[in-house]
């Protein structure tokens, strides 16, 4: 039976987007969850929802309990996460309120507890992580958002800092040399541990700004990143709630 995770960054862990909700508070061996989760319907398919950061934003990108989160949804039962992100465009042609159907990661976090197998106490654990996002759910992603008239773009790779600072412009240049599209908080050590749990685990970006490399304008603020992110939430909202009918 199917049953999708939704792990939704700022804003975009709506539980009205749910039949029948009712929220439960979840405990783990690694402490407790972002956020009690949310159990309800979408089209008649079993969903948990999870807000990343806490539902008051409370939780820096450094202090989300990663583990918790994914060893919540897998003792839910989960059988697919679909997670939404906003993040910074390191690409011209990826412009505010675009979406980006994630296919690769670059993990430049320093202190996360980013995995589950930290002692090989019962035997040595190194998790493949070559494609760390599910190419169905991934395709499922890009279908809905064009089924929408949705501006995506069918892959991209996300560079992952720690946070909660933004890039200098060296930095951000950096990472455009490196091959990174976009640019988050919040991706890596959660494609990561989703990964190992072995739950099938997607991910759409929403491009809120230009980072810092661009010259000819301002560097990126966070009232410019939540003046994009309003205009554009319901966007994610539809891509989500449209994607789970077509996951089986």
Partial sequence: MVKVGIIGGSGLDDPDILDCPEEITADTPYGSPSSPLTLG???GTEVVIL????RKHQFSPTQVNNRANIHAMKEQGVTHILATTACGSLRREIDRGHMVILDQFIDFTRFRNNTFFTCFQNGAEHTGMAEPFDETLRQHLYDTAVELGVTVHPRGTVVT???PRFSTRAESNMFRIWGADVINM???PEAMLANEAKIPY???AMSTDYDCWKTDEAPVSWDEILEVFHQNAHRVKEILINTISKIK
């Avoid at 807000?51 to 806490?54: E, S, T």
Wanted: glycine share 12%; net charge positive; aromatic share 0%.
């Fill in 41 to 43: 319907r979408i089209h």
């Fill in 51 to 54: 807000a990343r950061h806490g």
């Fill in 161 to 163: 800092i720690e946070g």
């Fill in 186 to 188: 919040s991706t890596a």
């Fill in 202 to 204: 997607a991910a759409v």
